[in-house]
């Protein structure tokens, strides 16, 4: 279910930015009065909204020790190898080696998109956003974890509003949240797939949360 609200978002926002264009696109949502007149709010919530699913899945690794509850602590791991491998590894070799000016350091007029390879200035580390796919994984993660759909809709909610604030604060193009959110939808399938089920087969159920890998699909 989160897989398909992300694939229909996915495909919304793809519309939008077609019609409207990347820079086109960063121009409405940065100039809009509502913008304007909470662009701190903005800046503060794309700065922290990340760290409560970092402090979600820091409790969650250590209580799987207070319980002993391996299952738990084998679903962490899995959280950390897909950020580490997608928000990280991936998203940060393919920002360097595009070298995507942030809409808010283009030299080009009306937020243009620059292109100019390879480079280490974080200025032009614009394509992908790695905000998007590190929300992107926590929420999915997250939503699998709480096995709630009340649960899961705020997790894709929060994933949207934290992509659409990276628009906002004219860091990223639509383009950079989109190719950041289909890399950590990948990503954390590959690992759900073929790590963390693997693992969880062979794990006794210690009675605790998460015991749904047993459950019929």
Excluded at 106 to 119: Q, R
Aim: charged content about 15%.
């Amino acid at each position: 279910m989160v897989l398909l609200a992300f694939a229909v978002l996915l495909g919304a926002g793809l519309v939008a930015a077609s019609v409207a264009g990347d820079a086109g696109s960063v121009a409405a949502v940065h100039r809009a009065a509502w913008t304007q007149a909470h662009y701190e709010f903005l800046r503060k919530f794309t700065d922290l909204g990340l760290y409560p699913f970092y402090i979600l899945f820091l409790a969650l690794f250590g209580w799987s020790y207070r319980e002993r509850a391996p299952e738990l602590r084998q679903f962490a791991f899995a959280y950390l190898i897909a950020q580490l491998v997608g928000s990280g590894l991936i998203v940060r070799i393919l920002k360097m080696s595009i070298g995507r000016a942030r809409p808010d350091a283009t030299p080009l007029p009306d937020y243009g998109s620059e292109w100019i390879g390879f480079t280490w200035d974080p200025h032009h580390h614009s394509f992908p956003s790695g905000h998007t796919a590190d929300i992107v994984t926590s929420a999915l993660f997250a939503a699998l974890l709480f096995r709630n759909p009340w649960a899961a809709a705020a997790c894709v909610a929060w994933a949207v509003a934290l992509g659409l604030s990276r628009l906002a604060v004219a860091k990223h193009y639509p383009s950079d949240a989109l190719a950041g959110a289909v890399i950590a939808l990948t990503v954390s399938v590959l690992v759900l797939r073929y790590w963390l089920l693997p693992r969880l087969a062979s794990v006794k159920p210690s009675g605790g949360l998460l015991n749904w890998w047993r459950q019929k699909r």
